[in-house]
């Protein structure tokens, strides 16, 4: 079946390091992607990883991908108060997407 | 700048009378989606097309269509509203290639009374 799973709260300090996790269930899966939602936006895509690929890292944005658990992560190093947001994982199953509920993160100055 | 655009950008309607939300594109996109979002929810994808092609998805209920006039235009017609159906609802465009990266509109906020 389809799901992503994902935390919905996380809290960091300004500075530290944030990770994001994500678990999904179709392992026919061939990209994975996170996005972010600001308050009253649309999704603004971050960054995205092929399904053949362990790891990306994307300035302050790495992705992690451990395909034999189904499990994605990133990382956001040096979070700002600007990366306070709603961060959503998606899979690709075909054409569309199939996204997880999204962890709101806070970042406290 | 290429974009996609939703009008308006909220929307109150009454129960049971029928609301257009429409979403333009200037990226030339094959692809363009709805989705619903409800607070606290993931994005729920209602349909889609593909170029002329509409897929509707399998749990999309009947009172929710959708039109695409030509490449740049589509519309979600919401035929009687039900309060559940007060959510907001996402345009997205994406052009069929590698990593298919979906652009989103900012959104319509549909309430209803």
């Known amino acids: 079946g389809e799901d992503v799973e994902q935390s919905l709260f996380l809290s960091v300090r300004e500075g530290d390091s944030s990770v994001i996790n994500c678990t999904y269930t179709?392992?026919?899966?061939?990209?994975l992607y996170w996005y972010k939602q600001e308050p009253g936006a649309g999704l603004q895509l971050l960054t995205y990883?092929?399904?053949?690929?362990d790891m990306k890292q994307d300035q302050r944005l790495t992705v992690l991908l451990n395909k034999k658990d189904k499990h994605l992560s990133l990382r956001i190093a040096d979070t700002q108060t600007g990366d306070s947001a709603i961060y959503f994982c998606?899979?690709?199953?075909?054409?569309?997407?199939?996204f997880g509920k999204g962890t709101r993160l806070s970042v406290i100055a | 700048d290429a974009m996609v655009i939703q009008n308006p950008r909220y929307q109150v309607t009454q129960f049971g009378k029928p609301v257009t939300l429409s979403c333009s594109q200037t990226?030339?996109?094959?692809?363009m989606y709805w989705y619903q979002q409800k607070s606290s929810q993931a994005p729920k994808l209602l349909f889609h097309?593909?170029?002329?092609?509409?897929?509707n998805e399998a749990d999309t209920p009947d009172n929710f269509q959708s039109r695409r006039p030509n490449t740049s235009f589509c519309f979600l017609d919401i035929r009687s509203p039900g309060l559940g159906d007060a959510a907001m609802y996402l345009c997205?465009?994406?052009?069929?290639?590698?990593?298919?990266?979906?652009?989103f509109g900012p959104g319509t906020r549909l309430t209803v009374l």
């Open positions: 997205a465009t994406s052009r069929v290639g590698t990593y298919n990266e979906q652009f």
């Open positions: 179709d392992s026919s899966s061939t990209y």
């Open positions: 990883i092929f399904s053949n690929m």
């Open positions: 998606a899979e690709r199953i075909g054409t569309p997407l199939v």
């Open positions: 990226l030339n996109h094959n692809v």
């Open positions: 097309y593909y170029d002329k092609d509409f897929n």
